[in-house]
């Protein structure tokens, strides 16, 4: 908290007291203003503006979440039922329009619909891990925007997250931790010991210590009720040593002596679910929604956003202080980056047309080689050719020289045989 401003009362020539601090001057009032009544103005605008609340259950199937919710509205939210048999995690998203007195509150109740139900556990946290970034994505999204429109915008990030633990009395499961681990920086947590009415009151006691010395040696953070303020420093503290709240919902009504009251009838007795001695449903109604509900959207907000907003700005690049350490401007940074991208692009351009180069300087030798390598072939096929060609030629001189010969034989024998006819016609005609 800041610290008060010291004055220093000083008196004026007409003995009328300037209290200083710094460069601040304090007058001590004269009369009324009026401006006492500024927070009738903001309750006024509140009421007319309505309020918002956004909660979300995660628990195990059938461990009395929307029963639990209509007790504390007290109304019939009219969840349905879901089996054991989801393949995933569904979030179920509802939002209500409540009226008490003058008094609008749209509720809005994110159920975790087969949690728990899944061979893998990742399968059953991680959706719900998705969900609250998803909202804190939105809103990062309209702060960024250059046209804001914050007064219709329905705030969609989650306030706080009942979890509810199985009444088992033994310990938190392997599945609790992991879920929590996952959530516990990005939601105010409130963990509540569901359907309490089935452990009995020293096991009671002895599973909460169980529990919290759990969370605690698995740094796991849950809210705690705030105790800086003056009016509810004392109501608070209290409340954080009964963390978890161990809680019983019921909407029927039963007989006890002359009073009908809310709670369930068993055969021994009945519970009632707003006795304190029964159970912590009124401690948990009265933190929740008399006491800190404005604190818990403010943690959301100055806390958890905040947290996820850095890291969002930081992961784009964003930083408050210089590489010397120096304040920096949004505007510095901005050029900076522009800078550091354009640089990039060019070293990444540069590369590219060296790697282009490289790329066709390869193609070219390789291309020349193949065109070598085919000159040679032809070359060589010319060669080839050529040798071919002047022994086919030699072949056909020889060939012709043959016929030639054999022409001249040819003519020889018919001159001789022509000869020899000649002297046997004579050799005849002497005969005779
Ligand atoms: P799903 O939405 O199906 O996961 O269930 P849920 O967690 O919303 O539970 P639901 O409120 O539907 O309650 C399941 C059953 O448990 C109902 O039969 C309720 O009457 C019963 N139940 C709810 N709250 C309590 C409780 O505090 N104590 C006991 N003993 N039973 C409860
Ligand atoms: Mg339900």
Redesign the pocket.
């Known amino acids: 908290m800041a610290e008060k401003p010291v004055c220093t009362a000083t008196q004026t020539p007409d003995g009328e007291d300037i209290q200083r601090e710094d460069n601040i001057r304090c007058l001590t009032m004269l009369g009324h203003f009026g401006f006492e009544c500024l927070p009738h103005q903001l309750v006024n605008r509140s009421i007319e503006q309505g309020f918002s609340f956004n909660i979300l259950c995660v ?10 919710m209509d007790t504390l509205f007290n109304t019939n939210l009219k ?1 349905k ?2 089996s054991h048999f989801h393949p995933n995690v569904e979030l179920k998203i509802q939002t209500y329009q409540l009226q008490e007195s003058n008094v609008q509150l749209k509720l809005t109740v994110v ?1 975790t ?1 087969g949690y728990g139900d899944q061979m893998s556990k990742e399968a059953s946290y991680q959706p719900i891990v998705g969900y609250i970034d998803a909202q804190f994505e939105a809103y990062f999204q309209e702060e960024l925007k250059i046209k804001r429109s914050f007064v219709d915008y329905h705030d969609s990030r989650i306030h706080v997250c009942l979890y ?1 633990i199985s009444p088992t009395g033994h310990s938190l499961k392997a599945l609790d931790l992991l879920t929590l681990k996952n959530i516990d920086s990005k939601v105010n947590v409130i963990p509540l010991i ?5 452990i009995c009151k020293s096991d009671l006691q002895a599973f909460k210590y169980k529990i919290m010395n759990e969370l605690i040696s698995n740094g796991i953070q849950i809210y705690q009720f705030p105790t800086d303020e003056k009016t509810t420093a004392q109501a608070n503290s209290s409340m954080n040593e009964h963390l978890p709240f161990a ?4 909407l029927d009504e039963v007989k006890v002596g002359k009073r009908m009251v809310r709670g ?1 009838q068993y055969p021994w007795g009945v519970l009632q679910v707003e006795n304190e001695n029964h159970c912590d449903f009124v401690k948990l109604r009265d933190m929740l929604l008399c006491t800190n509900t404005e604190n818990l959207k403010e943690q959301t907000h100055t806390l958890h956003y905040e947290r996820y907003r850095r890291f969002k700005l930081q992961k784009i690049g964003f930083t408050d202080v210089g590489p010397d350490n120096q304040p920096i401007s949004f505007q510095e940074i901005y050029e900076a980056k522009r800078q550091e991208f354009y640089s990039q692009c060019q070293r990444e351009e540069e590369d590219l047309k060296y790697k282009f180069m490289q790329r066709v300087k390869e193609k070219e030798i390789a291309f020349k080689e193949a065109e070598k390598e085919l000159q040679d072939k032809f070359e060589h096929l010319k060669r080839v050719q050529q040798e071919e060609t002047i022994k086919l030629e030699e072949e056909r001189r020889q060939l012709e020289e043959e016929i030639m010969n054999f022409y001249k034989m040819k003519a020889g024998s018919e001159i001789l045989q022509t000869q020899a006819c000649t002297n046997v016609k004579k050799e005849k005609d002497r005969k005779k």
Not at 59 to 68: D, H, M
Not at 194 to 198: I, L, N, R, S
Not at 247 to 250: A, E
């Open positions: 628990g195990e199937t059938g461990l009395g979440k929307s029963t639990l969840e039922m879901s159920n619909v509810f569901a359907k309490a009415d089935t809680v019983v919902g019921c369930r």
